[in-house]
Every structure is written in structure tokens, then in C-alpha cells.
């Protein structure tokens, strides 16, 4: 079994070679401003990954022809169920002319498909778990104001994986269970999992803040500010000059509990505000399935840190027990979930663009 893992982000290139259940080779390809100043839009830079990712392969002595599948991080399509989706021409056309939201994970299922026509008939390119994996139940949607729906926009690729993960080490069925997964890093994302789905979660613009995202603000508030800033400035406070970094200077996790520790009593009560929301949203969370949770789980950047792992023990541990899974887990869940479908393990699903 041979599959390729395409990961695209901003400001760089994730690239996977798995083999026969495990990762043997692994890079993040990063790619400087001035390479990407060339391009005005995102879909502008298919053919330079492309290329990139071909002269990765041909190093490494890994021939396209080989490969089982491609799998590439999903984009910014409509509403989708979980799970793996091959990639055809109306994902293309979608991702290309269609969606709204202009994104580098747009890019994967385009760069699969761009791997796929090098290599042999049997070769399938799919996306699996994009961001928009929708599962919420009618009841999640109401938002509060007429026309507004909450939406399921989160690290749904690295949530799912650490669910089924932990379901798996912890001896529990994940169609059977429930968990909540917290992503703790540049963004935070809270959701719960019941009975093998994602049916709610916390996303970056209404809950706690990050080490650089707002989070949910109190709106009489923030509603004076937008008259104020243009909304490509609101946009920038609330997704990269907010949280942490607006408190401390600094989006880094480990120098703020330096400070922290070193004795900055003004940023240890920030610190300390930071931990207290995410509690608040794992708890909010729990309500969902009036307390019945199996396991909780941390993962992503921040919960490599001993400190916000020990309080969130303390606050929210009377509600499951917790495991720390840091890090992401995107390339190995990208890998495993095209392996099931080529073992006819998981159903490989065709989207289908909504109607217009």
C-alpha cells in the first residue's frame, strides 16, 4: 500500500510518503514571500506546488505509478459529511470558480488530482475531512438571529483523527461513543463526537480566544469598532492580532509562560483567562449530550504545554477523563483515511455541488 499526503498551508507544502501502515518519508516544503508574491490568487500556485511536489518525489525515488492513492487536505467546499470524496471535475470546478473563500487547502484536492494523472489507473485522488464537515443535528444550527445559522468550520481532519484515535487506544468503539476534542494553537476549535459524528462544535469566531484569534467578543462592544476599521482590518484583529498576541506582544505559547512564570502577575491573569475559556467551552460542550462524555482530548500546538494541560485537568476533569494528544495529525490521518478506502474499509463518496 503506497499513498502520497498532500497538505497545503499558507506559507508552505506538506508532503507524506506512506507505506504499508506507516509514514517513512516526511516534509514540510516551505515557500519564501517572494515566491508567492508572483501569484495573485491562491489557485494560481497549482502548477508551482505541483512542480515541487514532483521534483519531492523524484528525489525520494517514489514513482507515481506506484501509487495506490493521492490524498489531498479539502477545501472550502459546501457542507459535507465526514469521510473520504474522490476528486472530480465538479470539486475542481467548485474549489476553482465557485467557493467564496479563498483558502491554501483549496489547493489539495487540485494537487492530487495533478499527482493522480502521473500515475497509473488504479492511482484514486480524494480529499478526506475537509473543513467544512458538517454533522451538526438542527438543534446546533439556531444561532440566535434569524438567517444566521452557526456553522461547522473547524481542524476537522486533525479532530477526527485524534477521536478515532484515542477511541482506539482508550478500548472504546468511536461510532460508539462520545468525546470532546479540543484544538488548542493559532486558532482554537472545540467539537463533540457521538456516536461516530461530529454533531457540534465551538469554532474560532464564537468561543475562547487563542494565542492570536479573538474569539466570541461581547457584540455591543465590538459593534463600535467596525465603524472604525475597514473589514479587512476587523479581519485581521479578530484572526491575527487578537487573543495572546494582544495581551502579551506574542503569539508564542511557551515565551508567555516564561513571562508567566518569571512572575508577570498582569499577564498570568490573561494567561490564567485563556485556560478558563477553553474549560468554558469543553464544559458548554458536555451539556450536549447532558454529561455523558467518555473521554476529553487536547490537541494541536498548545497542548504540548504541561501547564494547560494540568489546569484543564483541574477545571473540566470531573467530567471525563483527559488525554493530551499534542501536535497535529493531518498527514497520518490524510494516509489512514485513504487507506480504508482502498481496502474497501470506508466508502470512497463522489461530491455533488449544490444546486444553484
Same mark, same amino acid.
Given at each position: $500500500?503506497?499513498?502520497?499526503?498532500?497538505?497545503?498551508?499558507?506559507?508552505?507544502?506538506?508532503?507524506?510518503?506512506?507505506?504499508?501502515?506507516?509514514?517513512?518519508?516526511?516534509?514540510?516544503?516551505?515557500?519564501?514571500?517572494?515566491? *508567492?508574491?508572483?501569484?495573485?490568487?491562491?489557485?494560481?500556485?497549482?502548477?508551482?506546488?505541483?512542480?515541487?511536489? *514532483?521534483?519531492?518525489?523524484?528525489?525520494?525515488?517514489?514513482?507515481?505509478?506506484?501509487?495506490?492513492?493521492?490524498?489531498?487536505?479539502?477545501?472550502?467546499?459546501?457542507?459535507?459529511?465526514?469521510?473520504?470524496?474522490?476528486?472530480?471535475?465538479? $470539486?475542481?470546478?467548485?474549489?476553482?470558480?465557485?467557493?467564496?473563500?479563498?483558502?491554501?487547502?483549496? !489547493?489539495?484536492?487540485? *494537487?492530487?488530482?495533478?499527482?493522480?494523472?502521473?500515475?497509473?489507473?488504479?492511482?484514486?485522488?480524494?480529499?478526506?475531512?475537509?473543513?467544512?464537515?458538517?454533522?451538526?443535528?438542527?438543534?446546533?444550527?439556531?444561532?440566535?438571529?434569524?438567517?444566521?445559522?452557526? #456553522?461547522?468550520?473547524?481542524?476537522?481532519?486533525? $479532530?477526527?483523527?485524534? @477521536?478515532? #484515535?484515542? @477511541?482506539?487506544?482508550?478500548?472504546?468503539?468511536?461510532?460508539?461513543?462520545?468525546?470532546?476534542?479540543?484544538?488548542?494553537?493559532?486558532?482554537?476549535?472545540?467539537?463533540?463526537?457521538?456516536?461516530?459524528?461530529?454533531?457540534?462544535?465551538?469554532?474560532?469566531?464564537?468561543?475562547?480566544?487563542?494565542?492570536?484569534?479573538?474569539?466570541? !467578543?461581547?457584540?455591543?462592544?465590538?459593534?463600535?469598532?467596525?465603524?472604525?476599521?475597514?473589514? #479587512?482590518?476587523?479581519?485581521?484583529?479578530?484572526?491575527?492580532?487578537?487573543?495572546?498576541?494582544?495581551?502579551?506582544?506574542?503569539?508564542? +505559547?511557551?515565551?508567555?509562560?516564561?513571562?508567566?512564570?518569571?512572575?508577570?502577575?498582569?499577564?498570568?491573569?490573561?494567561?490564567?483567562?485563556?485556560?478558563?475559556?477553553? @474549560? #468554558?467551552?469543553?464544559?458548554?460542550?458536555?451539556?450536549?449530550?447532558?454529561?455523558?462524555?467518555?473521554?476529553?482530548?487536547?490537541?494541536?500546538?498548545? +497542548?504540548?504545554?504541561?501547564?494547560?494541560?494540568?489546569? *484543564?485537568?483541574?477545571?473540566?476533569?470531573?467530567?471525563?477523563?483527559?488525554?493530551?494528544?499534542?501536535?497535529?495529525?493531518?498527514?497520518?490521518?490524510?494516509?489512514?483515511? @485513504?487507506?480504508?478506502?482502498?481496502?474497501?474499509?470506508?466508502?470512497?463518496?463522489?461530491?455533488?455541488?449544490?444546486?444553484?
Amino acid at each position: $500500500m503506497k499513498i502520497l499526503a498532500i497538505n497545503p498551508g499558507s506559507t508552505s507544502t506538506k508532503v507524506s510518503y506512506y507505506v504499508d501502515g506507516e509514514i517513512i518519508k516526511e516534509q514540510g516544503i516551505s515557500h519564501s514571500t517572494e515566491e *508567492l508574491r508572483q501569484f495573485q490568487n491562491v489557485v494560481d500556485q497549482l502548477e508551482f506546488r505541483r512542480d515541487i511536489l *514532483l521534483a519531492f518525489m523524484e528525489k525520494e525515488g517514489i514513482d507515481p505509478k506506484e501509487l495506490d492513492a493521492v490524498a489531498g487536505r479539502g477545501g472550502s467546499l459546501p457542507p459535507v459529511t465526514s469521510g473520504a470524496y474522490e476528486v472530480n471535475d465538479e $470539486m475542481i470546478h467548485y474549489l476553482k470558480d465557485v467557493t467564496q473563500i479563498e483558502h491554501p487547502s483549496n !489547493l489539495g484536492a487540485m *494537487l492530487a488530482k495533478e499527482i493522480k494523472e502521473q500515475g497509473s489507473e488504479k492511482t484514486i485522488a480524494l480529499i478526506y475531512d475537509p473543513v467544512s464537515v458538517d454533522e451538526f443535528e438542527a438543534v446546533a444550527r439556531i444561532s440566535g438571529l434569524k438567517g444566521i445559522e452557526r #456553522k461547522s468550520i473547524g481542524h476537522a481532519l486533525n $479532530m477526527r483523527a485524534v @477521536a478515532m #484515535k484515542v @477511541a482506539r487506544e482508550e478500548g472504546l468503539d468511536y461510532k460508539k461513543a462520545t468525546l470532546i476534542v479540543a484544538h488548542l494553537g493559532g486558532g482554537n476549535t472545540i467539537s463533540i463526537h457521538h456516536n461516530g459524528k461530529m454533531i457540534d462544535l465551538i469554532s474560532d469566531d464564537e468561543g475562547p480566544f487563542s494565542t492570536e484569534r479573538t474569539g466570541g !467578543l461581547p457584540l455591543k462592544y465590538l459593534m463600535p469598532l467596525c465603524y472604525e476599521h475597514t473589514l #479587512k482590518e476587523m479581519l485581521r484583529l479578530y484572526k491575527r492580532e487578537g487573543g495572546l498576541k494582544s495581551y502579551a506582544g506574542t503569539s508564542d +505559547a511557551r515565551e508567555i509562560e516564561k513571562r508567566v512564570l518569571a512572575g508577570d502577575k498582569e499577564l498570568e491573569v490573561v494567561y490564567d483567562g485563556y485556560i478558563y475559556q477553553i @474549560a #468554558k467551552g469543553i464544559g458548554s460542550l458536555a451539556t450536549v449530550t447532558n454529561g455523558a462524555v467518555d473521554r476529553i482530548a487536547l490537541t494541536g500546538g498548545v +497542548a504540548y504545554s504541561e501547564m494547560v494541560v494540568s489546569e *484543564l485537568k483541574k477545571r473540566v476533569g470531573f467530567i471525563a477523563p483527559i488525554l493530551a494528544v499534542p501536535g497535529e495529525h493531518e498527514m497520518i490521518a490524510l494516509s489512514k483515511g @485513504a487507506e480504508r478506502v482502498v481496502l474497501g474499509e470506508e466508502e470512497l463518496k463522489q461530491f455533488n455541488p449544490p444546486a444553484s
